[in-house]
Antibody, heavy 118, light 109 residues
Framework: QLQLQESGPGMVKPSETLSLTCVVS??????????WGWIRQPPGKRLEWIGS???????YYNPSLRSRLTISIDKSKNQFSLNLTSVTAADTAVYYC???????????WGQGTTVTVS | DIQMTQSPSTLSASVGDRVTITCRTS??????LAWYQQKPGKAPKLLIY???SLQSGVPSRFSGSGSGTEFTLTISSLQPDDFATYYC???????????FGPGTKINVK
Protein backbone atom coordinates (compact mmCIF):
# COMPACT_ATOMS: atom_id res chain seq x y z
CA GLN A 1 0.00 0.00 0.00
CA LEU A 2 1.36 3.38 -1.03
CA GLN A 3 2.34 5.64 1.86
CA LEU A 4 3.89 9.10 2.08
CA GLN A 5 5.76 10.43 5.10
CA GLU A 6 6.96 13.99 5.56
CA SER A 7 10.02 14.85 7.62
CA GLY A 8 11.78 18.04 8.55
CA PRO A 9 12.42 20.53 11.35
CA GLY A 10 9.47 21.59 13.43
CA MET A 11 10.83 25.09 13.79
CA VAL A 12 12.74 27.42 11.47
CA LYS A 13 14.08 30.90 12.17
CA PRO A 14 12.90 33.87 10.09
CA SER A 15 14.99 34.51 6.95
CA GLU A 16 16.33 30.93 6.97
CA THR A 17 15.54 28.08 4.57
CA LEU A 18 12.84 25.49 5.22
CA SER A 19 13.73 22.02 3.95
CA LEU A 20 11.24 19.15 3.95
CA THR A 21 11.41 15.63 2.54
CA CYS A 22 8.61 13.24 1.59
CA VAL A 23 9.56 9.56 1.57
CA VAL A 24 7.41 7.35 -0.62
CA SER A 25 6.90 3.67 0.25
CA UNK A 26 4.88 0.98 -1.48
CA UNK A 27 5.54 2.18 -5.02
CA UNK A 28 8.38 3.50 -7.13
CA UNK A 29 8.33 7.27 -7.43
CA UNK A 30 10.07 7.02 -10.80
CA UNK A 31 7.70 4.63 -12.51
CA UNK A 32 4.26 5.56 -11.22
CA UNK A 33 3.63 8.24 -13.83
CA UNK A 34 2.23 10.51 -11.14
CA UNK A 35 2.86 14.04 -10.00
CA TRP A 36 4.22 14.50 -6.47
CA GLY A 37 3.24 17.66 -4.69
CA TRP A 38 3.42 19.83 -1.59
CA ILE A 39 0.42 21.54 -0.02
CA ARG A 40 0.31 23.61 3.15
CA GLN A 41 -2.37 24.81 5.55
CA PRO A 42 -1.73 27.78 7.86
CA PRO A 43 -3.56 27.59 11.20
CA GLY A 44 -7.30 28.03 10.64
CA LYS A 45 -6.91 28.74 6.93
CA ARG A 46 -7.54 27.05 3.61
CA LEU A 47 -5.22 24.64 1.87
CA GLU A 48 -2.59 26.18 -0.40
CA TRP A 49 -0.88 24.36 -3.25
CA ILE A 50 2.88 24.96 -3.04
CA GLY A 51 4.14 23.05 -6.07
CA SER A 52 4.51 19.69 -7.76
CA UNK A 53 7.12 17.62 -9.56
CA UNK A 54 6.74 14.94 -12.18
CA UNK A 55 8.72 11.71 -12.08
CA UNK A 56 10.91 13.07 -14.92
CA UNK A 57 11.98 16.03 -12.77
CA UNK A 58 9.71 18.68 -14.33
CA UNK A 59 8.68 21.04 -11.52
CA TYR A 60 5.67 23.36 -11.28
CA TYR A 61 5.40 26.09 -8.68
CA ASN A 62 2.76 28.32 -7.14
CA PRO A 63 3.45 31.71 -8.78
CA SER A 64 3.30 33.44 -5.38
CA LEU A 65 6.13 31.25 -4.05
CA ARG A 66 8.18 30.64 -7.20
CA SER A 67 11.00 33.05 -6.35
CA ARG A 68 11.71 31.24 -3.05
CA LEU A 69 10.90 27.66 -3.93
CA THR A 70 12.73 24.61 -5.23
CA ILE A 71 11.19 21.13 -5.45
CA SER A 72 13.42 18.20 -6.38
CA ILE A 73 13.09 14.45 -6.76
CA ASP A 74 15.53 11.67 -5.82
CA LYS A 75 14.45 8.46 -7.49
CA SER A 76 17.30 6.47 -5.94
CA LYS A 77 15.93 7.24 -2.46
CA ASN A 78 12.27 7.20 -3.57
CA GLN A 79 11.66 10.65 -2.15
CA PHE A 80 11.05 14.25 -3.13
CA SER A 81 11.94 17.45 -1.32
CA LEU A 82 11.00 21.07 -0.82
CA ASN A 83 13.30 24.02 -0.14
CA LEU A 84 11.68 27.35 0.72
CA THR A 85 14.09 30.24 1.29
CA SER A 86 13.74 33.46 3.31
CA VAL A 87 10.86 32.20 5.44
CA THR A 88 8.66 34.49 7.52
CA ALA A 89 5.89 33.92 10.04
CA ALA A 90 3.48 33.68 7.10
CA ASP A 91 5.10 30.35 6.19
CA THR A 92 4.00 28.79 9.48
CA ALA A 93 1.69 25.92 8.52
CA VAL A 94 1.08 22.20 8.40
CA TYR A 95 2.90 20.95 5.31
CA TYR A 96 1.55 17.92 3.43
CA CYS A 97 2.99 15.91 0.58
CA UNK A 98 0.62 14.15 -1.81
CA UNK A 99 0.44 12.10 -4.99
CA UNK A 100 -1.67 13.11 -7.98
CA UNK A 101 -2.14 10.86 -11.00
CA UNK A 102 -2.60 12.89 -14.21
CA UNK A 103 -6.22 14.02 -14.50
CA UNK A 104 -7.08 13.04 -10.94
CA UNK A 105 -7.18 14.82 -7.62
CA UNK A 106 -4.57 14.24 -4.93
CA UNK A 107 -5.38 10.69 -3.97
CA UNK A 108 -2.72 9.80 -1.39
CA TRP A 109 -1.53 12.19 1.31
CA GLY A 110 1.10 12.15 4.01
CA GLN A 111 -0.02 12.77 7.59
CA GLY A 112 1.42 16.29 7.56
CA THR A 113 4.20 17.98 9.48
CA THR A 114 3.88 21.21 11.44
CA VAL A 115 6.41 23.93 10.71
CA THR A 116 6.64 27.04 12.87
CA VAL A 117 8.70 30.04 11.82
CA SER A 118 9.93 31.75 14.95
CA ASP B 1 -4.59 33.04 -10.80
CA ILE B 2 -7.96 31.34 -10.55
CA GLN B 3 -9.99 32.44 -7.54
CA MET B 4 -12.39 30.10 -5.79
CA THR B 5 -15.38 30.63 -3.53
CA GLN B 6 -17.55 28.17 -1.65
CA SER B 7 -20.99 28.52 -0.15
CA PRO B 8 -22.07 28.24 2.51
CA SER B 9 -19.01 28.64 4.69
CA THR B 10 -20.77 26.81 7.52
CA LEU B 11 -23.72 24.47 7.37
CA SER B 12 -25.73 23.04 10.26
CA ALA B 13 -27.37 19.74 9.43
CA SER B 14 -28.80 16.55 10.92
CA VAL B 15 -28.14 12.91 10.17
CA GLY B 16 -30.21 11.90 7.16
CA ASP B 17 -30.29 15.40 5.62
CA ARG B 18 -29.49 16.03 1.97
CA VAL B 19 -26.62 18.51 1.83
CA THR B 20 -25.35 20.56 -1.09
CA ILE B 21 -22.18 22.68 -1.23
CA THR B 22 -21.45 25.04 -4.10
CA CYS B 23 -18.03 25.99 -5.46
CA ARG B 24 -17.44 28.75 -8.00
CA THR B 25 -14.30 29.65 -9.93
CA SER B 26 -13.29 33.00 -11.41
CA UNK B 27 -12.80 31.48 -14.86
CA UNK B 28 -13.74 28.29 -16.62
CA UNK B 29 -11.84 25.20 -15.50
CA UNK B 30 -13.75 22.75 -17.71
CA UNK B 31 -14.24 19.73 -15.42
CA UNK B 32 -10.90 19.88 -13.57
CA LEU B 33 -12.38 20.02 -10.10
CA ALA B 34 -11.97 17.79 -7.05
CA TRP B 35 -13.60 17.66 -3.62
CA TYR B 36 -11.90 16.72 -0.36
CA GLN B 37 -13.10 15.98 3.16
CA GLN B 38 -10.91 17.04 6.07
CA LYS B 39 -11.32 16.26 9.75
CA PRO B 40 -9.46 18.13 12.51
CA GLY B 41 -5.79 17.20 12.72
CA LYS B 42 -6.01 14.95 9.67
CA ALA B 43 -4.92 15.16 6.04
CA PRO B 44 -7.59 15.82 3.42
CA LYS B 45 -9.27 12.81 1.82
CA LEU B 46 -10.13 12.79 -1.88
CA LEU B 47 -13.85 12.23 -2.49
CA ILE B 48 -14.53 13.32 -6.07
CA TYR B 49 -12.24 14.09 -9.02
CA UNK B 50 -12.90 15.43 -12.51
CA UNK B 51 -16.12 17.04 -11.20
CA UNK B 52 -18.19 13.88 -10.86
CA SER B 53 -15.96 10.80 -10.64
CA LEU B 54 -16.18 9.03 -7.30
CA GLN B 55 -12.83 8.10 -5.79
CA SER B 56 -12.44 4.39 -5.05
CA GLY B 57 -13.76 3.45 -1.62
CA VAL B 58 -15.85 6.60 -1.17
CA PRO B 59 -19.53 5.94 -0.33
CA SER B 60 -22.04 6.49 -3.13
CA ARG B 61 -23.97 9.04 -1.05
CA PHE B 62 -21.34 11.53 -2.24
CA SER B 63 -21.78 12.94 -5.72
CA GLY B 64 -20.46 15.86 -7.73
CA SER B 65 -21.74 17.85 -10.68
CA GLY B 66 -21.18 21.03 -12.66
CA SER B 67 -18.92 22.43 -15.34
CA GLY B 68 -17.22 25.63 -16.33
CA THR B 69 -17.33 27.86 -13.28
CA GLU B 70 -20.01 26.37 -11.00
CA PHE B 71 -19.83 23.03 -9.25
CA THR B 72 -21.68 21.22 -6.48
CA LEU B 73 -20.98 18.47 -3.99
CA THR B 74 -24.04 16.64 -2.72
CA ILE B 75 -24.33 14.26 0.20
CA SER B 76 -27.61 12.44 -0.31
CA SER B 77 -28.12 11.33 3.29
CA LEU B 78 -25.73 12.78 5.84
CA GLN B 79 -24.09 10.21 8.12
CA PRO B 80 -22.37 10.76 11.49
CA ASP B 81 -18.96 10.30 9.89
CA ASP B 82 -19.65 13.14 7.42
CA PHE B 83 -19.38 16.01 9.90
CA ALA B 84 -16.18 17.63 8.63
CA THR B 85 -14.85 20.44 6.46
CA TYR B 86 -15.10 20.13 2.68
CA TYR B 87 -12.80 21.81 0.17
CA CYS B 88 -13.08 22.15 -3.57
CA UNK B 89 -9.88 22.23 -5.61
CA UNK B 90 -9.26 23.28 -9.18
CA UNK B 91 -6.42 21.72 -11.13
CA UNK B 92 -6.92 23.14 -14.61
CA UNK B 93 -3.25 23.73 -15.39
CA UNK B 94 0.10 23.96 -13.66
CA UNK B 95 0.94 27.14 -15.58
CA UNK B 96 -1.94 28.96 -13.89
CA UNK B 97 -1.44 27.26 -10.57
CA UNK B 98 -3.77 25.08 -8.55
CA UNK B 99 -6.07 26.57 -5.92
CA PHE B 100 -8.41 25.43 -3.17
CA GLY B 101 -11.70 26.88 -2.03
CA PRO B 102 -12.06 28.38 1.47
CA GLY B 103 -13.90 25.35 2.82
CA THR B 104 -17.38 24.50 4.08
CA LYS B 105 -17.74 23.17 7.60
CA ILE B 106 -20.67 20.87 8.28
CA ASN B 107 -21.62 20.78 11.94
CA VAL B 108 -24.37 19.18 13.95
CA LYS B 109 -27.68 21.04 13.98
Amino acid sequence: QLQLQESGPGMVKPSETLSLTCVVSGASIGSSGSFWGWIRQPPGKRLEWIGSIYYDGSAYYNPSLRSRLTISIDKSKNQFSLNLTSVTAADTAVYYCAKRPPGYGMDVWGQGTTVTVS
Amino acid sequence: DIQMTQSPSTLSASVGDRVTITCRTSQSISNWLAWYQQKPGKAPKLLIYKTSSLQSGVPSRFSGSGSGTEFTLTISSLQPDDFATYYCHQYKSYSEGFTFGPGTKINVK
